[in-house]
Structures are given as C-alpha cells and as structure tokens.
Nanobody, 127 residues
Framework: QVQLVESGGGSVQAGGSLRLSCAAS????????LGWFRQAPGKEREGVAR????????DYAGSVKGRFTVSRDNAKNTVYLLMNSLQPEDTAMYYCAAAGWRYCYASELAARTFAYWGQGTQVTVSS
C-alpha cells in the first residue's frame, strides 16, 4: 500500500517562501507520477505541479509557473515543492498524490487520476 506523508506547511507573509515535502513508501514501481494539489475553503481541488520520478519531467499549473518548483530525491523517496513569491491566493491545504507514471504525460493534471493521497499540509499566506 502506497503511503504519502506531507510536511513543511506553515504561515508566511506575502513574498515569502516555503518548501513542502512528500515522503512516499510502499511503491512497487520505480517510476511514478507524483502530483501536488491544493484546495482552498469553498473551492475545488486544483492541480499545482507534477513530476515523473523516473525521468524528472515536470509540469505546472499556469498560476504557479515560474514561482513553484517540484523536484524529487529518489534515494529518499521524497518529492518537494519549493514555493517562492507566495501570495495570499496561494493559501490552501496542499496535498501530494501518486499515480502511474503515464499520468504525468496526460493533457490534464486531474485529481481523479491519482489513486493515493497524503493527509495534506496547510499553507497560509498573509498580506
């Protein structure tokens, strides 16, 4: 059973940075798609970024491109999300999720395609 544990959330002022971590265990494949999603109160869950753990290929939502960077350390089975230039609209619960590696090349970063989810970590950005 795949397990994902997020950490690194917190409260920052606008313009600040945070780095989220997602520690994974229970994989049976060496290649997977790890995605970061976020959900603000009253809003739908949206995809933020994804990384294919074999090739390192990445993809970002337009709202975070140039500010967020997703990376992985396969030796530690950990994926990171470095968030710079944070804005109040980035405030949300952030989740990491895992899927088969092919989903990293799908046209849409859709939550419904990810089978495994972490418990989430809260990010709050104040103005």
């Amino acid at each position: 059973q795949v397990q994902l544990v997020e950490s690194g959330g917190g409260s920052v002022q606008a313009g600040g940075s945070l780095r989220l971590s997602c520690a994974a265990s229970g994989y049976t494949n060496s290649r997977n798609c790890l995605g970061w999603f976020r959900q603000a109160p009253g809003k739908e869950r949206e995809g933020v970024a994804r990384i294919e753990t074999g090739s390192g290929d990445t993809d970002y939502a337009g709202s975070v491109k140039g500010r967020f960077t997703v990376s992985r350390d396969n030796a530690k089975n950990t994926v990171y999300l470095l968030m710079n230039s944070l804005q109040p609209e980035d405030t949300a619960m952030y989740y990491c999720a895992a899927a088969g590696w092919r989903y990293c090349y799908a046209s849409e970063l859709a939550a419904r395609t990810f089978a495994y989810w972490g418990q989430g970590t809260q990010v709050t950005v104040s103005s």
